[in-house]
């Protein structure tokens, strides 16, 4: 599946966002961000009206229900698919080191065992990007 997809990591507090586009065997990140809830909406917009999306993929984590109305109401019209947000959060933070080199000693101790120093929810939208992608 040729698309691009962007996929929301629904919270309560905070929402990551991500666009990802496959084209031929790859995926490209085009954008990542993570933004405060109240936020969401115009997030939304933006980045549908930058990147005029194929498909729109939220987590049925926390908050997924709500999110999916701000979804439906900032981009009406567009498809909806909604995933099983389950391990991504660990492969999120796999992720999160395979793009932010670790550095001092940071680089001494396993990437398993250290959690990053900052939120990655921008990098679970991309996983959930990916797995809507991945689906024939």
């Known amino acids: 599946m040729n698309a691009t997809v ?3 990591d629904p919270g309560s507090g905070k929402c990551g966002l991500a666009v990802v586009k496959k084209a031929g065997s790859s995926d490209e990140i085009l954008f990542r961000t993570i933004c405060q809830t109240q936020d969401l909406p115009s997030a939304l917009k933006k980045a549908g009206d930058e990147f005029a999306p194929d498909l729109i993929v939220v987590g049925n984590g926390t908050n ?3 999110i999916q109305s701000a979804i439906r109401e900032a981009l009406p019209g567009r498809a909806l698919l909604i995933l099983d947000e389950k391990d991504t959060t660990i492969r999120a933070r796999e992720r999160y080191w395979l793009h932010t080199p670790r550095r001092g000693w940071r680089r001494l101790l396993p990437s398993s065992l250290q959690a990053p120093p900052v ?14 992608l991945s689906v024939d």
């Open 119 to 132: 939120p990655v929810d921008d990098f679970v939208a991309v996983i959930l990007a990916e797995r809507a």
């Open 6 to 8: 962007l996929a929301v």
């Open 64 to 66: 997924s229900t709500t």
